[in-house]
């Protein structure tokens, strides 16, 4: 979700009004992909990178988390929404960190949309992480390393039980992944709009859906194998 900080720069705002503006682009969002039944969706909301942001920005950020967790509740249980997170979820203050357990413990008997945070998230880390556990399963005797595959490493990530994306959407021009989802983006199809994350509408996002609905996944097959169904 990136250029919250050149829309407000364009406007001569500081930088914690267009993090103000890109929460409001995420309800919309999230409201509009219940709504159409998405039945996932991974919000990069702070990078393990961010913690290098100036800290009066960071503070800016994490007070602003915590009031839109309080404020949005009531609309995440209205559309059925379940919260969950990612990421080094103790790295928060503390204040944060309780909020999230009461919404994510409050919404967790929902059945609709998955909203899924990445708080302090880098995916590097993510992999090293799993890497370690797998390391350490196969010393206690519990893992045989010739029985891992792709499959039951990723069950080792952060993102165990959460299907690989479709689509990965990125605001503002931005052309990388920048440490986002790198073991489950592999097949992801991406849409780039030139836009900012705050004036990223509802238009936009079923823009997003229809270019993605024309697209062949052919996941290392050819197009003959895929029209054919393998």
Not at 19 to 45: D, I, N, Q, S, W
Not at 138 to 151: F, K, N, V, Y
């Amino acid at each position: 979700m990136d250029g919250n900080g050149r829309w407000a720069s364009g406007r001569n705002l500081p930088r914690i009004a267009g993090h103000r503006a890109g929460a409001e682009a995420v309800r919309a969002v999230v409201e509009e992909c219940a709504r159409l039944g998405v039945p996932y969706l991974t919000l990069f909301a702070f990078s393990t990178e961010n913690w290098g942001r100036p800290k009066e920005e960071i503070l800016g950020l994490m007070a602003l988390l915590d009031r839109y967790l309080k404020k949005e509740t009531d609309t995440l249980m209205k559309n059925n929404v379940r919260l969950s997170t990612i990421g080094k979820i103790s790295d928060l203050p503390e204040k944060v960190q309780a909020t999230l357990r009461q919404v994510c413990e409050k919404s967790s008997g929902n059945t609709g949309l998955s909203l899924i945070l990445a708080l302090s998230y880098g995916a590097r880390e993510d992999i090293l992480e799993a890497a370690r556990n797998v390391g350490k399963a196969i010393a206690r005797g519990e893992l045989d390393p010739d029985s891992l595959d792709c499959t039951l490493f990723s069950t080792f990530l952060s993102t165990v039980g959460i299907p690989d994306p479709d689509l990965l959407i990125r605001t503002s021009g931005e052309m990388r992944l920048s440490n986002f989802l790198l073991w489950e983006n592999a097949y992801t199809e991406f849409f780039v709009t030139e836009k900012t994350w705050p004036d990223f509408s509802i238009m936009d996002l079923h823009k997003a859906i229809g270019e993605f609905q024309t697209r062949e996944r052919r996941f290392g097959l050819t197009s003959g194998q895929v029209r054919s169904g393998g």
